[in-house]
């Protein structure tokens, strides 16, 4: 099978699409035929080598495609059912891919809506299960135009928190439509916040990582109340909460998401599709800022509709 792979850190010029086994699940796991794979600019941090210092390595963690093979203890789901989910290998840029946690795909959305889902999804609900997020706070998030910012809004107001979200005056009318009270960036905004929200916000979520964190920490009164899932170094010196995966995946975000999306409370993303073998130029627009929706591959020759 053919799976996008790189034997050297550089630029998007060492990616290439390989020869590689078949892989095989493990018990829990399954094997899909991959329809479309998410890429995130963890991608592209490892091939830079800012990450995982093996080589070679294969890329991608998120995925939706049409089971073929179950791994023991399976019964969930069957073999010719569309899934979507993570692949704990980083090997979801490929024709075939294991997945070690996955749902059945959401009724209506193509393979490259679903597969544009998960990682977004689980950051969100693992920032927001760590903050207590619950009907009648106040929670700020810092970038929340972007994949996970947007998600994290939708699922906090879909909890019922009331949030205002930080984001570019372009971004704004966006934001309004998923629910949140859009604040700008820039010089001003901790007096644009409190002006918005008098009595204070309660919770603040950073997925920008722009240096923000003294301000939301100033907002909501104290280091505890506030968490970042991008900003590790401001975290330690600040005494925010960094969260990342280990900390306990929000895997039950995937079960619940088809009915937020049908009931009208999750809105989809913008996808900018490429093909597999268009990985490099993927990398290219994502590194450089210049995606206009969530970058996804699709598999020559398959079709992206369920």
């Known amino acids: 099978m053919k799976a996008v792979q790189f034997s050297c850190f550089g630029g998007p010029n060492v990616l290439a699409l390989v020869d590689l086994p078949e892989p095989m699940p493990e018990p829990g796991q399954v094997r899909v035929a991959v329809r479309a794979a998410g890429v995130n600019a963890s991608d592209w941090k490892k091939r830079q080598g800012l990450l995982d210092q093996n080589l070679p390595q294969t890329l991608g963690h998120e995925a939706a495609g049409i089971v073929e093979v179950l791994g023991e203890g399976v019964t969930d789901v ?10 704990a ?18 009724s209506g959305l193509s393979f490259a809506e679903a ?17 207590n997020i619950a009907p009648g706070v106040t929670l700020l998030i810092n970038g929340a135009s972007g994949n996970v910012g ?43 916040v409190n002006a918005l929200v008098p009595g204070g916000v ?59 999306i049908a009931t009208g409370q999750y809105r989809l993303p913008a996808i900018e599709t490429f093909l597999l073998s ?13 995606a206009t929706g969530k970058l996804v591959l699709l598999v020559e020759g398959a079709s992206n509709e369920p």
């Not at 069957?78 to 692949?87: K, L, Q, R, T």
């Not at 597969?115 to 903050?131: F, H, V």
């Not at 603040?204 to 280091?223: E, F, H, K």
């Open 115 to 131: 597969a544009s889902l998960p990682s977004a999804l689980e950051t969100a609900a693992r920032a927001l299960d760590w903050l």
């Open 78 to 87: 069957a073999v010719g059912d569309h899934v979507f989910g993570f692949s």
């Open 150 to 192: 947007s998600a994290a809004v939708q699922l906090a107001v879909a909890r019922g928190a009331r949030v205002v979200g930080i984001a570019s005056p372009g971004k704004q009318q966006w934001l309004s439509t998923l629910g949140a009270e859009p604040v700008s960036y820039g010089a001003g905004m901790v007096e644009r």
């Open 278 to 290: 268009e990985v490099a130029k993927a990398h290219g627009v994502g590194e450089a800022g210049l």
């Open 89 to 106: 290998s980083g090997a979801a840029q490929a024709q075939q891919a294991v997945l070690s946690h996955f749902a059945p795909m959401p």
């Open 202 to 260: 309660n919770l603040a979520l950073d997925v920008a990582g722009n240096g923000i964190l003294p301000a939301l920490i100033s907002l909501t009164g104290s280091a505890s109340k506030v968490v970042t899932v991008v900003d590790f170094p401001g975290a330690c010196q600040t005494g925010v909460h960094f969260s990342r995966g280990e900390d306990g995946r929000a895997l039950y975000v995937l079960f619940e998401i088809g009915k937020l």
